[in-house]
Structures are given as structure tokens and as C-alpha cells.
């Protein structure tokens, strides 16, 4: 029985949690309420405490202070979506009721548990029951009143998950929406397999083993990787700068025609490629009918994978700039704008749009691709403004931004936009010569409510949700994030939603197509639009969006 632990103990048990969670992520995902293909709840909470494993791996701290202290940091940085951020919240907290202890006894244990419940309640402004908040402030509390019985860390442990276990199936009858669905809370799953993989760790179990489809690593084996693993040769990236207006789309199909891994970002006056191709020379030539050339970098991956391979250290040729820059005199800096703007989105269409209406950056995420606090940090540190502005534009990334607050020295104001239609919206209001930053943010928030959000998504698994008999394959038709309809046919929940266009009176009507539907296809499917709304303002746009057929703004 452990009455105490080291920091190399502690250390093992975050492992073990880690594995735990890792390789139940597929049945916490499954918990998701809707079965729309957005459940990431197990993948976020273990991409969240691996970034914890991967820095403990790093480094060799010594106390539990040490652990809990670099833990928390990396949590911090590496939370994913709002079940990561709240795990990260819970080992803050844990890491601020450590300090100074090299070792924990059950009591130190059972203090930080609370202290890290505490850490999470105060960060979310509406704590809802039936939540990770409920199992964890629950099984903290038993956890207390355990170690008043016996003072060692397996006894107040397990009376934790005993009493988070007992929580846990309460939650479906704590939340209307689970006890809907039947299911139980998937954060608090996940938070409770993470206990159960510290406690199992102390007893000397196994460590959960993670099949390929389960296991993430720190970086790729590229031993693992054979030469007929790379379709094409050179990795080929260049930016042009545009001498006239021009339709890139000719462009994007010839290099379709040559390669893959195509990636084309576009500004007013330039664009960039990203192209994997046999022939980096014609894609070179060919992109020059639409401007000047203005730098190129190509690599040889096949050269590289062998080198990685074989343990040799590879040459880039970002490293050759490096190089050739040695000596030359250093750019001075530009001088830093009162306000710059990012938003968070995926697809092509999408992210050129919030680049047209001003933002400064683009974060590729959204549905089932949450980026981290970490990923959001560095665009806040590549945007040339004291004042940031972060469109997080999903409901499930919004917490993760707010952590960027108090990171960095520039001053960052989340804009809660739940949707890209809210997070448009919001562009589309700001006015750099209102006011100060307040004002800004207020008008921001207002243009945001003012718009209606309708999506179109496929059931990702058999459901019965709210009285609808969902099966895999249908599609979904989301009014606000609530279900509005299901159907085999997409063109009856396009009626639908025109319909409720129209009772609104909508002015404005954008209709967003994604990645799996053509231009012909979606003119036709938004005809209805304009035919139930014929004063209305009807525009379809591609936004190259993955997982949702359709993203409709009523405005």
C-alpha cells in the first residue's frame, strides 16, 4: 500500500493515465451525444494529458512539485477542445496545492484534487451538472473524506473512482440532453479512466498496451517509412506575386494533374503553394502566367526519409537560408498595428474569406480538428498587434483560446462566435475607427447574435436521439447547434431550412459548400433559397469545409 509517492512515481501514474485514456478514446468518443462525426472528447482529454507524458519524457524532475509543475504547464499549452481545457484546469490546480512538497502523502492528494476542482469552476462562467465538473468535484470530495480514515494514496484514490463511478452513472440523470440520449458524460468517463490508470499503476498492474490505431508518438519512425510510402518526389513550396487579378482555379487543377498534397493560400497580391510533385520545374513555369516568381524552397523527401531512416541528420533548405542570411544586416522590425485579427476555421473557401474581410491569420480547425491553446498561441505571437482578436468560430475551441489570455504580452480578446457564420458576422462589423478596444469587441459580440447558423452534417453511427430514429448515413440538418432534421434526402432539409428562412425574413442568405460537393451541385441544392426568399440576397460560396456538406448564414 502506498502511503506516499516520489515525484518518479507521480511521474509513472501520469503515464499510466495517459495510456489509459489513449487507448479508451474510441469508447469516450462514442459518448458523444450527437451522431454527428464531431464526438472528440476521448481524443482531445488524451492529446491533452500526452502532451503532459511527452514533456515529463524531457525532463527528469524530481519532486512531485516538479512533476505537477510541468504537467500543468504543458496541459496548459497542449489542451484540446472544452474537455482538454478543463483537464488542464483540474492539474493546474493540483500543481498550485503541491508547490514546495517533494513528496504527497493521501491528504497533500486528496487537497490538490480539490484545489484543482476549484480551478476549474472558477474558469467556466456557467457550470452545467452531469459534467467532468460534477465527477471530479464529487470524487475529490470523497477522496478528502477518505484520508481523514486512512492517510495513504491507493485508499483515497479508490475512493475516488468509487465515488466518481457512482457519479458518473448518475450524469444521465443529471443533464436533460444526456439522459436523452441514454449515455453518460464523456468527459467525466475520460477523467475517471485517467484515476483508474494512476491507481493501477500503483498496485504494479500492466500498463495499458495501444494498438497502432491507438498510439500517437512524439515523432514519426521513420524507419517504419519505405520509399514507395512517398507518391511524389519533391516537396515544392513558392509564393507568387500576382500582376493582375486571376482565377487560380485553371491552376489548382493542372497541379492536381501533377501532384497532391496540394495547399493553395491566397491574398490580394500574392498566393502561396504547397505541392508534393515529380516535376517542381513545371509547376514553377506554369504558375508564372499569374505573376512573379518571388522565392521557392524544394526538397527532396525521398532523400530526406532515407536520411531520417538511417539516423543522419537531414539538410533543409530553410537551413541554407539560415546559412546564406549570416552576415546580412537585420530587417528592422515592423513597428507593431493597434489591432490585428485571427479566426479559426478549415477549408480553402472559408479562411479566404476572413482573409478578404481583414483577419491578419487563419488557425486550420474546426469539427473533429480542435487546435490547441498552443497552436493558437503562436498565430497570437505572429500577428503584428498589441490587441489581438481570436475568432474561435466552434463552441468547442472557445475555452481553449481563452487560455491564451495572460500568455503572451499582447493584450487577446476572445470573441465567443460558436460558428464560422457568427465568426463572419463579427468581421463584418468591425470598424477600426470606433473607439478603443472594448468598444470594438462589443460591436463584434452584438454583430455576432445577429445571425443564424444551419449545417448540414452526416450521421456518423446508428442514434435515437431526442425521438429520431438516426441511422449511419443520414443526413443531419443542425439550426443553431440543436438537431432540426434528419433525412435521406439532403434537398428535403434544404426545403426545411428555407422555409424557416423565410418565416424569419432573412435579408441576407449565405450558403457555404464544402470539400464533397461541386459548384453545379450546390447552386442547384441552394436554388430553394431564392425561390422561398426572392427579395433576399442569395450568395453560394465554396468553403471547402471537410465534414459538413453545407454551412448556412441567415442573417
Known amino acids: 500500500m502506498h502511503e506516499t509517492i516520489t515525484g518518479a512515481v507521480f511521474k509513472e501514474m501520469l503515464f499510466y493515465g495517459a495510456a489509459s485514456v489513449a487507448a479508451a478514446k474510441q469508447n469516450i468518443n462514442d459518448l458523444n451525444v450527437f451522431p454527428v462525426p464531431d464526438g472528440d472528447t476521448g481524443t482531445n482529454m488524451s492529446l491533452t494529458i500526452q502532451a503532459a507524458a511527452t514533456e515529463l519524457k524531457k525532463k527528469g524532475p524530481r519532486t512531485v512539485e516538479e512533476v505537477a509543475g510541468i ?4 496541459m496548459l499549452r497542449g489542451a484540446r477542445g472544452n474537455s482538454g481545457v478543463i483537464l488542464s484546469l483540474l492539474f493546474r490546480g493540483i500543481s498550485k496545492s503541491l508547490k514546495g512538497q517533494e513528496e ?8 490538490a484534487m480539490q484545489e484543482g476542482v476549484a480551478a476549474a469552476y472558477n474558469a467556466v462562467m456557467k457550470p452545467a451538472e452531469g459534467t467532468i465538473l460534477t465527477v471530479s468535484r464529487l470524487a475529490a470530495d470523497a477522496a478528502m473524506s477518505a484520508a481523514g480514515d486512512e492517510n495513504t494514496v491507493e485508499h483515497i484514490l479508490e475512493a475516488a473512482i468509487r465515488q466518481g463511478g457512482e457519479t458518473l452513472k448518475e450524469t444521465v440523470n443529471m443533464n436533460p440532453v444526456l439522459k436523452r440520449a441514454g449515455v453518460v458524460d464523456a468527459g467525466g468517463k475520460g477523467f475517471l479512466i485517467i484515476l483508474e490508470g494512476m491507481l493501477a499503476c500503483l498496485r504494479g498492474e500492466a500498463m495499458p498496451e495501444l494498438d497502432e490505431s491507438q498510439a500517437t508518438r512524439d515523432k514519426a519512425d521513420f524507419a517504419e517509412l519505405g520509399d514507395e510510402d512517398i507518391t511524389f518526389t519533391f516537396d515544392t513550396v513558392f509564393i507568387v506575386r500576382k500582376t493582375k487579378a486571376c482565377d487560380l482555379a485553371p491552376f ?3 497541379l492536381n494533374s501533377i501532384g497532391d498534397s496540394i495547399v493553395i493560400s491566397e491574398g490580394d497580391d500574392m498566393f502561396k503553394v504547397h505541392v508534393h510533385t515529380d516535376i517542381p520545374g513545371d509547376a514553377l513555369n506554369a504558375a508564372q502566367q499569374y505573376g512573379t516568381l518571388e522565392v521557392a524552397k524544394i526538397e527532396n523527401m525521398r532523400i530526406q526519409q532515407e536520411d531520417m531512416a538511417a539516423g543522419r541528420k537531414t539538410i533543409s533548405a530553410d537551413e541554407l537560408e539560415d ?4 552576415g546580412m544586416p537585420e530587417e528592422e522590425p515592423e513597428e507593431r498595428k493597434p489591432y490585428g485579427f485571427l479566426a479559426v476555421c478549415a477549408g480553402d473557401g472559408l479562411a479566404a474569406v476572413f482573409r478578404d474581410m481583414g483577419a491578419d491569420g487563419v488557425i486550420s480547425g474546426g469539427q473533429t480538428m480542435n487546435p490547441s491553446t498552443e497552436s493558437i498561441l503562436k498565430e497570437i505571437e505572429h500577428t503584428n498587434a498589441d490587441t489581438v482578436f481570436v475568432l474561435p468560430n466552434n463552441k468547442n475551441i ?28 463579427a468581421m463584418m462589423a468591425v470598424d477600426l475607427e470606433s473607439g478603443d478596444a472594448k468598444s470594438i469587441e462589443q460591436t463584434m459580440i452584438d454583430a455576432a447574435k445577429n445571425v443564424s447558423t444551419a449545417q448540414i452534417t452526416y450521421a456518423a453511427r446508428d442514434s435515437d436521439f431526442d425521438g429520431n430514429d438516426i441511422h449511419e448515413g443520414d443526413f443531419l440538418a443542425l439550426l443553431d447547434g440543436k438537431l432540426f432534421g434528419v433525412d435521406k434526402n439532403i434537398s428535403v432539409l434544404l426545403e426545411k431550412l428555407a422555409a424557416v428562412a423565410a418565416e424569419r425574413d432573412a435579408e441576407f442568405i449565405n450558403v457555404f459548400y464544402g470539400e464533397d460537393v461541386d459548384e453545379a451541385e450546390a447552386s442547384c441544392d441552394a436554388a430553394c433559397f431564392s425561390e422561398k426568399l426572392p427579395d433576399a440576397e442569395v450568395s453560394v460560396l465554396s468553403g471547402g469545409q471537410p465534414v459538413y456538406y453545407y454551412i448556412i448564414s441567415m442573417e
Open 398 to 425: 472557445i475555452m481553449a483560446a481563452q487560455q491564451c489570455v495572460g500568455l503572451t504580452d499582447k493584450n487577446v480578446v476572445v470573441i465567443p462566435t460558436a460558428t464560422v457564420p457568427e465568426g463572419i458576422s
Open 323 to 326: 546559412d546564406d542570411a549570416q
Open 252 to 254: 489548382r487543377s493542372y
Open 104 to 111: 504527497a502523502d493521501g491528504v497533500a492528494l486528496a487537497s
Open 71 to 74: 504537467a500543468a504547464n504543458a
